[in-house]
């Protein structure tokens, strides 16, 4: 248990916000640590983000993590980015600093590997090539946190193959873009596939993507985690692969931005998931 100095306030902006699972999140840990402090669901309309983000320190917030539409907007209207956030151009979590000055920084990498991580273990990011299907802001940050993992090779495919190139060209040469038509065979011998697109999410058709050319012993991974099993995955158990779902993911990015605001480094337990599970 830890006693806090202060109630530490947090939240997430977004527009819509009541869809958010986050605050769950961080409420169990305030309850689990004893941190005093709580976490709140933020709307934000997009033409007043600056000015919701410039009244955080006068209305004592430690900070706030933010959800679509302002990861990208939001970086000029802050202070100082970090390297992370600076290369994938996005923002999930703004840190208020002592002076009143705000920190924007991306978790959501470094989410995606501790996921990997904890459903495969064996999981080595410079052991074989990484598939990405995608080149939104989910795959930008995906390829952040496999890069600093250290994946020597990343392979991407994206309906627009220019949006792919642009975003290889952005991470340097362990990162091709590969023709769409391709993607099927691109698999061969790669040890992780990745959907960081919307396809497979409730009310969205699945992930036209066939596994054939993956080696069985490939871990398959998604973002979506509505619903938790998508039609890749069951498709990559059914292969052989190990499926990692887009939960992890989530639960995962909240670890650090909580440990900013309060000094606590919380665990990600399978009572938390649970709950999490039980809103989807």
Known sequence: MTNSPRFILAGVMGWPIAHSRSPKIHNHWFAQYGVEGCYAPLP????????????????????????????????????RVDESAARIGAV??????????LTG?????????????????????????????????????????LLAAGASEIRLFNRSLARAETLAADFGPRVSALAWEEREAGLAGAGLVVNATSQ????QPPLDLSLAELPKLAVVADIVYAPLETPLLAAARQHGATPVDGLGMLLHQARPAFRDWTGVMPQVTPALRAMIVTTL
């Open 92 to 101: 999930n979590c703004v840190v208020v600093e002592k002076n009143g000055e």
């Open 200 to 203: 497979g999410m409730v009310g």
């Open 44 to 79: 934000v309309e997009p033409g007043r983000l600056e000015a919701a983000l410039r009244a955080m320190p006068a209305l004592g917030f430690a900070g706030c993590n933010l959800t679509i539409p302002h990861k990208e907007t939001a970086i000029r209207f802050l202070d």
């Open 105 to 145: 920084r991306n978790y959501d990498g470094y989410g995606f590997v501790a996921s990997l991580r904890e459903a495969a273990p064996f999981w080595r990011a410079e052991s074989a090539p990484c598939v990405i299907i995608g080149a939104g802001g989910g795959a930008r940050a995906i390829v952040d946190g």
